[in-house]
């Protein structure tokens, strides 16, 4: 029975790995929001970056060729700046970073960066110098030090602790009980959506692209915690050429420019000062909209406390 139960074990063992492993991969596929749309072209060269700056230049995108997305988008992130993209659910500006990192090709127009068409370049050249901060990020089953340093695998724990620092997820961590060696993902701790998007600021900083993808998450946070990561995306922005899916007052008032998308085209663009001034403009309504529901959030957790 013992010669038995050690290969049964073993099977159990082999078997628990594997498993582990699938749903790593699956969980990657998920993090990378892979989608085998694209192939590279013949002896394509790898991306040479110089200073990493953006360009799209007409573009025009369906996911399916009876309803268009965007139409006609032409707009650039000049090296070291931040562009913001905002506008209704559902107006493409997700697409538009999906675009970038060439998980889709463009039907027509161009996406160039410093001059190289991203239809030219190795995926794997092009997605090297892009960090990619998603809405959602998914943690694999493992410790926080492994999920912060998939950024840079060869990274040591100091420059885990340090990336965890910068993106203001350290005081969280190290009040762990188990610190840096905590269990995380479905198996482990589950995390906020605003610490899981810190974890992704950290891996991001260890990465230390020159070209940056932030994908805000639409969900509300509250004020400290919109401010923290604030804080970190200041630090992993900073001289990076930044596209940002942006949801957040916080981010959008800092840009050096902000592309207001709907009906996939460029419906307005300018600093938030400029935009604000529109007063019956687009951009200008959907802040006080959205400054009307934030105090009538606060109005009703005042009268909530109150009781
Ligand atoms: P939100 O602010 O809600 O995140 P968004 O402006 O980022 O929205 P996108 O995610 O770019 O919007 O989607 C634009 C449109 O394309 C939506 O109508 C969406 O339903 C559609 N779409 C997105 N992904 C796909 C896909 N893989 N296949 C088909 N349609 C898609």
Redesign the pocket.
């Known amino acids: 029975l013992i010669q038995l139960a050690i290969p049964l074990n073993f099977i159990g063992f082999v078997y628990r790995e594997i498993r582990q492993g699938l749903t790593d991969i699956e969980q990657m596929f998920d993090l990378l929001e892979v989608?085998q749309e694209v192939q590279d072209k013949p002896g394509a060269a790898a991306l040479a970056v110089s200073d990493g700056a953006i360009s799209f230049k007409d573009v025009h995108f369906a996911?399916?060729p009876a309803r268009p997305?965007l139409k006609g988008i032409s707009f650039d992130v000049p090296a070291g700046k931040t562009v913001a993209v905002v506008?209704?659910?559902?107006?493409?500006?997700?697409?538009?970073s999906?675009l970038l990192y060439r998980f889709y090709d463009v039907q027509q127009g161009t996406i160039t960066i410093d001059g190289q068409d991203v239809r030219d370049v190795t995926q794997k050249s092009l997605r090297s110098v892009i960090g990619m901060v998603p809405?959602d990020t998914v943690l694999f089953n493992d410790t926080i030090a492994y999920n912060i340093r998939y950024g840079r695998p060869g990274a040591s724990d100091e420059e885990v602790t340090a990336a965890a620092e910068a993106a203001q997820i350290g005081p969280f961590i190290r009040h762990l009980p188990e610190g840096f060696k905590a269990m995380v993902g479905e198996r482990g701790l589950k995390l906020s959506g605003g610490e899981k998007q810190r974890v992704a600021i950290a891996r991001t900083i260890l990465k230390s692209p020159p070209i940056l993808i932030l994908d805000e998450a639409?969900s509300a946070l509250d004020t400290r915690t919109e401010q923290e990561i604030q804080a970190a995306l200041d630090v992993v922005s900073k001289n990076r050429t930044t596209l940002v899916?942006a949801?957040r007052l916080s981010t959008v008032i800092s840009a050096d420019e902000i592309i207001v998308?709907k009906d996939g085209v460029i419906a307005e663009r300018g600093t938030h000062g400029e935009l604000m001034q529109r007063e019956d403009g687009l951009y200008a309504s959907m802040w006080s909209r959205q400054r009307e529901a934030v105090q009538a959030e606060e109005r009703l957790k005042q009268v909530r406390e109150s009781d």
Do not use: F, V, W
């Not at 506008?87 to 538009?96: E, I, R, Y």
């Open positions: 989608e996911y399916d997305i506008g209704p659910s559902g107006a493409g500006k997700s697409t538009l999906r809405q639409t899916i949801h998308l």
